[in-house]
T-cell receptor, first 114, second 112 residues
Framework: DAGVTQSPTHLIKTRGQHVTLRCSPI?????VSWYQQVLGQGPQFIFQ???????GRGNFPDRFSARQFPNYSSELNVNALLLGDSALYLC?????????????FGSGTRLTVV | SQQGEEDPQALSIQEGENATMNCSYK?????LQWYRQNSGRGLVHLIL?????REKHSGRLRVTLDTSKKSSSLLITASRAADTASYFC????????????FGTGTKLQVIP
């Protein structure tokens, strides 16, 4: 079985642009969460989607948005990119709404904003 | 904000030695999880310990949890060069949805 897949693996954008990151969870997993990891820090929770509805949101500005599709894949959108948005963006999937089973992470998308 | 803090921030040991990492957190939790991250890529789930458990083993890994002190430790026995990575604790304190909060990480280097 395929693990959590994220695309693209690397991305370079210019300040002010928009970016869309994609994630496909493990087959059968209905929960997808997004994390931002700035170099040298731990991942920061951005969003959780379960059964196509937003179930949790971290402390990120409205420039960040996400959605989950009927096949449970997900997109993270970031508008008006800032240099500080440069980070590794991680997607995690889980079969559950809550965190009782741990999460499977993708390899991430490394976003560089110049 | 980071819920947990790992200690030490960096650890360098010889192959075959044991490595111990500690994690402290601030709020009550449902469970605590440990993850490994190689070279800034995806995180790998190592072990989960529930709030009503005190100790858990998985292969060369031993995790303890002290909810009264809001702390946990991860012991890797007989370390190998392949264990070189960053290790993060993550606390799940959600009330029915996922909100996992990661610590700052311990960077472990195992010298062959």
């Amino acid at each position: 079985d395929a693990g959590v897949t994220q695309s693209p693996t690397h991305l370079i954008k210019t300040r002010g642009q928009h970016v869309t990151l994609r994630c496909s969870p493990i087959s059968g997993h209905k929960s997808v969460s997004w994390y931002q990891q700035v170099l040298g820090q731990g991942p920061q929770f951005i969003f959780q989607y379960y059964e196509k509805e937003e179930r949790g949101r971290g402390n990120f500005p409205d420039r960040f948005s996400a959605r989950q599709f009927p096949n449970y894949s997900s997109e993270l959108n970031v508008n008006a990119l800032l240099l500080g948005d440069s980070a590794l963006y991680l997607c995690a999937s889980s079969p559950y709404r809550g965190g009782q089973a741990g999460y499977t992470f993708g390899s991430g998308t490394r976003l560089t904003v110049v | 904000s980071q819920q947990g803090e790992e200690d030490p921030q960096a650890l360098s040991i010889q192959e075959g030695e044991n490595a111990t990492m500690n994690c402290s957190y601030k709020t009550s939790i449902n469970n605590l999880q440990w993850y490994r991250q190689n070279s800034g890529r995806g995180l790998v789930h190592l072990i989960l310990i529930r709030s009503n458990e005190r100790e858990k083993h998985s292969g060369r890994l031993r995790v303890t949890l002290d909810t009264s002190k809001k702390s946990s430790s991860l012991l890797i026995t007989a370390s190998r060069a392949a264990d070189t990575a960053s290790y993060f604790c993550a606390t799940d304190s959600s009330g029915g949805y996922q909100k996992v909060t990661f610590g700052t990480g311990t960077k472990l280097q195992v010298i062959p």
